[in-house]
């Protein structure tokens, strides 16, 4: 085991940083980007664009795409959509994973639209 990261599995934390990093070619992330903020007990999945008006304070535009929370008592991973108001909600069409790639996964074929709209 290669131990924890902010208390969640350090190989999960890559994996997920992995992913993010593959959803924008390196060509237009200047434009956008994906990222991953870390806590103690989730990982926050992040779209992220830059000003777009003058003047700016050079702030990326930051949107919530998903959240993973891991339950550490059972070692599993559980999928949160965000809202309009960025309010956080169980997604109820994947149940929790051991694998944090079950997860992407179901982010990557948003079969219901509510991640990347």
Not at 33 to 54: A, D, F, N, S, Y
Request: charged share 30%; glycine share 6%.
């Amino acid at each position: 085991m290669l131990g924890d990261v902010a208390g969640l599995p350090e190989l999960d934390v890559a994996r997920v940083r992995r992913w993010c990093e593959a959803q924008v070619p390196a060509e237009h992330r200047d434009q956008m980007r994906v990222g991953c903020e870390v806590t103690p007990r989730h990982l926050t999945i992040v779209e992220l664009r830059p000003p777009w008006q003058e003047p700016n304070d050079g702030e990326w535009t930051r949107l919530i795409v998903a959240r993973l929370y891991f339950r550490r008592a059972e070692g599993v991973w559980k999928l949160y959509w965000s809202d309009s108001n960025q309010r956080m909600h169980a997604y109820d069409r994947c149940a929790p994973a051991a694998h944090v790639d079950v997860l992407l996964r179901e982010i990557d074929d948003d079969p219901t639209g509510i991640f990347w709209g």
